[in-house]
């Protein structure tokens, strides 16, 4: 992704939250892959604003960003690791406090590190003899989009490292958007023997033509038709587990919700689904005919009635 997130959204680092979610969905309408599947320019640009997203939504990683903690991928800054895990070490000549004799430059007591860091196990040499450090690995920042289906239904997938390697991420069942999955010992490797760091894995999950999720509730709008709002009528309803027949009653109203039970969402670390509910909506004919026509005319007059009454003021 670009070095600035900020400019990736087409923003500075003034915008507010909400700005930063409204110019990300407006990409995201734009530019995602499904809505143009053969503009390479277009997925690039929302791949970017996804990875931007996933930064700077997070107002503690966002922070951290501002401050030059980490990068514009979310990995801590080398610098600033080696100072924060380094610098205050027992031993090291360079901690507050100490004056050691031939004091340099900052940049040469790191340039020193990563010197010796390449080797059996990073030291500090010194007047004062020389000292052994082992520590753990800095952790890795990814960002990844999966399908609505695979965060409510769980799931695995591959990312891409840095290397080039892939590495395969297990989605579990009722994950929600913004989520992070910690992948142990998958992130820096450790100094001197120490243990790598692990690989932080933040999930964005992509909307659905179909459904909408509301905590572990999913939700759809379902169309039906004037007769079948009428008279009732044994409707196929798409959910997240397939297609089941849902009971219309007669009478049914735009607007109107009914409720499957235990047709949404596995709550994580439990046994219990959620409900799925269906907003009836009703949709009139394409073409109105002359026999459609004439019916409601005759009905209209035997059977007026107002269902805007309750509205007057």
Same mark, same amino acid.
């Given at each position: 992704?670009?070095?600035?997130?900020?400019?990736?959204?087409?923003?500075?680092?003034?915008?507010?939250?909400?700005?930063?979610?409204?110019?990300?969905?407006?990409?995201?309408?734009?530019?995602?892959?499904?809505?143009?599947? =053969?503009?390479?320019?277009?997925?690039?640009?929302?791949?970017?604003?996804?990875?931007?997203?996933?930064?700077?939504?997070?107002?503690?990683?966002?922070?951290?960003?501002?401050?030059?903690?980490? =990068?514009?991928?979310?990995?801590?800054?080398?610098?600033?690791?080696?100072?924060?895990?380094?610098?205050?070490?027992?031993?090291?000549?360079?901690?507050?406090?100490?004056?050691?004799?031939?004091?340099?430059?900052?940049?040469?007591?790191?340039?020193?590190?990563?010197?010796?860091?390449?080797?059996?196990?990073?030291?500090?040499?010194?007047?004062?003899?020389?000292?052994?450090?082992?520590?753990?690995?800095?952790?890795?920042?990814?960002?990844?989009?999966?399908?609505?289906?695979?965060?409510?239904?769980?799931?695995?997938?591959?990312?891409?490292?840095?290397?080039?390697?892939?590495?395969?991420?297990?989605?579990?069942?009722?994950?929600?958007?913004?989520?992070?999955?910690?992948?142990?010992?998958?992130?820096?490797?450790?100094?001197?023997?120490?243990?790598?760091? =692990?690989?932080?894995?933040?999930?964005?999950?992509?909307?659905?033509?179909?459904?909408?999720?509301?905590?572990?509730?999913?939700?759809?709008?379902?169309?039906?038709?004037?007769?079948?709002?009428?008279?009732?009528?044994?409707?196929?309803?798409?959910?997240?587990?397939?297609?089941?027949?849902?009971?219309?009653?007669?009478?049914?109203?735009?607007?109107?919700?009914?409720?499957?039970?235990?047709?949404?969402?596995?709550?994580?670390?439990?046994?219990?689904?959620?409900?799925?509910?269906?907003?009836?909506?009703?949709?009139?004919?394409?073409?109105? =005919?002359?026999?459609?026509?004439?019916?409601?005319?005759?009905?209209?007059?035997?059977?007026?009635?107002?269902?805007?009454?309750?509205?007057?003021?």
């Amino acid at each position: 992704m670009s070095n600035d997130p900020y400019k990736a959204l087409g923003l500075t680092k003034s915008a507010s939250d909400a700005e930063i979610k409204k110019a990300y969905r407006k990409i995201a309408r734009s530019c995602h892959p499904d809505l143009k599947p =053969d503009d390479p320019k277009a997925e690039a640009k929302f791949k970017a604003a996804s990875a931007a997203y996933d930064l700077l939504k997070d107002s503690e990683t966002r922070a951290r960003f501002d401050k030059g903690e980490i =990068d514009a991928s979310g990995a801590e800054r080398p610098e600033r690791q080696f100072y924060r895990e380094y610098a205050e070490a027992p031993g090291n000549p360079y901690r507050s406090g100490q004056r050691p004799q031939d004091f340099g430059d900052a940049s040469d007591i790191f340039s020193e590190f990563l010197r010796q860091r390449a080797g059996e196990g990073a030291q500090y040499t010194h007047g004062y003899g020389q000292q052994n450090i082992r520590a753990r690995g800095a952790d890795r920042r990814y960002s990844l989009e999966v399908p609505f289906l695979d965060a409510v239904k769980g799931g695995s997938t591959q990312i891409q490292l840095p290397d080039g390697a892939a590495l395969e991420v297990k989605i579990p069942e009722g994950i929600n958007d913004g989520q992070t999955i910690r992948l142990r010992g998958k992130g820096m490797p450790g100094i001197g023997g120490g243990p790598s760091g =692990d690989g932080l894995v933040t999930l964005s999950v992509r909307d659905h033509p179909v459904f909408r999720r509301d905590g572990n509730d999913i939700v759809i709008t379902l169309p039906i038709t004037l007769d079948e709002a009428v008279l009732g009528a044994k409707v196929a309803t798409p959910t997240i587990g397939g297609t089941v027949n849902l009971g219309i009653p007669k009478g049914a109203s735009s607007g109107q919700v009914l409720r499957l039970r235990g047709r949404g969402v596995k709550a994580p670390g439990s046994k219990t689904h959620g409900d799925q509910r269906v907003e009836l909506s009703i949709v009139s004919p394409p073409k109105i =005919d002359t026999d459609l026509a004439e019916f409601m005319e005759k009905w209209r007059k035997d059977h007026a009635y107002d269902p805007r009454k309750g509205m007057k003021i």
